[in-house]
């Protein structure tokens, strides 16, 4: 039953890599902030390493709840609801961890899954919307957490698409960007990642405006603002922002960025990865700006709260077509059938499928060895497809990923070193033909001859692979990868 008086609320966000609280007066369609507290643990960073959240990860979080349930206390909230994402879900020790956290704070938390944690994040990121003119028609809101992405379009106001992303800044941080500052080759890899990863985003019309929610989203602002003068109560980074805020934290360690702009140096590391998912997302999509929001998942929580009372979390969870949107609680979200974008796993699966097929149309120009382009076009197939394999890990069953990884890896591998060969004599044949010293020609030659003789050994090594290469066997073994994905991502 939705609740018709205003009362003080408080909801707490355990996030991959921040913990969160807003306390405020809540109604089901407005709040009035009375505070807000945040702190940086990167419970993440112990999952990202062996999968559980350390006993230092977990005394911490404790340590900041019991502040954060302090300050509510302060203002007679009640209930102070919390939630916990993507980390806490990955998390093998999850139950564990929530137990310590009851028993020694008396808070429950609940764990939400990527839909419910999308629909909560829009309604917080977008209920001030309803009071502003000329906004679009059509909008999409993203939610950049340390574990995962939240996507969400909306028409009007009403979500009509949402999916999860299972990459986040502390994600490419830890896998990525190791050293302070990263190398230019980590960072060029980290890029090339994103972009495979994005691009599996079919989308036919993005939305004009983009907002982004989450940590990294507000500190590039609060960067930007510092570090290059822009108006406090401006809320919009252009991409020349954005560059400019990137070139800034690559140019320079974190102590000295975390001394100038007044920034925790834990979030500075993070901002590095965070300012590369935002450009990716913006190239991708065309777009010349976002604006930023400063609410997310905390106020849907209370605005879900102020709107269906107990019954908040149930109606979180439920499909993006029957789910109340706190905007207007006479209007249920309505499908769109027009310009439906694939899901990220959708696109995963038919990417994935598609590098396979091109990849295996070179297969017998390759055995013809004939033209030596034929193993140079395979071998970029190879590694595209093994691009988005990585891309696309968390769609798929772990132990079939293994099988299909390895297998993809052992053909670009024997590619590589017959390619690498050809290059290697070609060079040399380009050097022959500027050296007029007959003694410096036969040394060439004589390298040639050696390096010619140890392509025809290559060959019959590769010949032997790809005559073994089962295109059978391997499709059958992405298939049992996207029977993992079936279950935990078909509903986008």
């Known amino acids: 039953m939705q609740m018709q008086h205003t009362h003080v609320c408080a909801a707490i966000d355990i996030g991959s890599n921040t913990i969160r609280v807003v306390v405020a007066r809540c109604k089901p369609t407005d709040l009035d902030i009375l505070a807000t507290d945040e702190a940086m643990v990167r419970i993440s960073e112990s999952v990202n390493i062996d999968g559980k959240i350390s006993p230092e990860k977990r005394d911490q979080t404790i340590a900041i709840l019991h502040k954060f349930k302090a300050l509510a206390e302060e203002y007679n909230a009640h209930p102070i609801l919390a939630v916990a994402t993507e980390a806490i879900r990955r998390a093998t020790n999850k139950d564990e961890f929530l137990a310590s956290i009851r028993d020694q704070t008396g808070l429950v938390v609940h764990i939400i899954e990527g839909d419910a944690e999308a629909m909560l994040t ?143 140096p834990k979030r500075v590391r993070i901002l590095r990865a965070g300012v590369l998912i935002i450009c990716a997302l913006l190239e991708r999509f065309k777009l010349n700006e976002l604006r930023i929001s400063p609410q997310g998942i905390r106020e849907g929580v209370l605005l879900a709260y102020a709107h269906s009372g107990e019954r908040w979390l149930q109606a979180a969870q439920q499909s993006t077509m029957d789910v109340a949107v706190a905007h207007d609680s006479k209007t249920t979200i309505e499908p769109v059938v027009t310009d439906i974008p694939e899901t990220f796993a959708q696109a995963g699966q038919r990417t994935i499928w598609e590098r396979v097929q091109k990849m295996h149309n070179w297969h017998d120009e390759v055995l013809k060895n004939e033209d030596i382009e034929a193993v140079h076009k395979m071998r970029v197939a190879s590694r595209r497809l093994r691009a988005a394999l990585d891309a696309y890990k968390p769609i798929c069953n772990p132990k079939a990923f293994k099988k299909v990884y390895r297998s993809v890896k052992k053909t670009a591998d024997v590619l590589g070193e017959a390619r690498d060969t050809d290059v290697m004599i070609a060079n040399l044949q380009a050097r022959l033909t500027n050296m007029p010293e007959e003694e410096a020609q036969a040394g060439i030659r004589w390298l040639q001859d050696r390096l010619s003789s140890y392509r025809q050994q290559q060959q019959k090594i590769l010949e032997s692979h790809l005559q073994n290469f089962d295109e059978d066997a391997l499709k059958q073994q992405l298939a049992d990868c996207f029977t993992e994905e079936r279950k935990h991502h078909g509903k986008g």
């Not at 495979?196 to 609060?222: C, M």
């Not at 822009?230 to 070139?247: A, S």
């Open 122 to 264: 829009f309604y917080g990121a977008t209920y001030e919307l309803a009071n502003e003119s000329g906004v679009p028609t059509r909008i999409a809101v993203m939610d950049l957490g340390g574990g995962s992405m939240e996507l969400i379009l909306a028409k009007n106001l009403r979500v009509t698409w949402h999916t999860t992303i299972a990459i986040g800044s502390g994600w490419i941080h830890d896998r990525y960007l190791l050293t302070d500052p990263p190398t230019a080759e980590d960072v060029a890899t980290a890029q090339a990642f994103l972009k495979t990863y994005i691009q599996g985003l079919h989308i036919k019309r993005f939305p004009p405006l983009l907002i982004a929610t989450g940590g990294s989203a507000n500190s590039l602002l609060l960067l930007a603002q510092r570090a290059f003068g822009l108006p406090t109560e401006h809320k919009v980074l252009t991409r020349d922002d954005l560059i400019r805020c990137e070139g800034l934290l690559y140019a320079l360690p974190t102590k000295d960025i975390a001394q100038r702009y007044q920034l925790e």
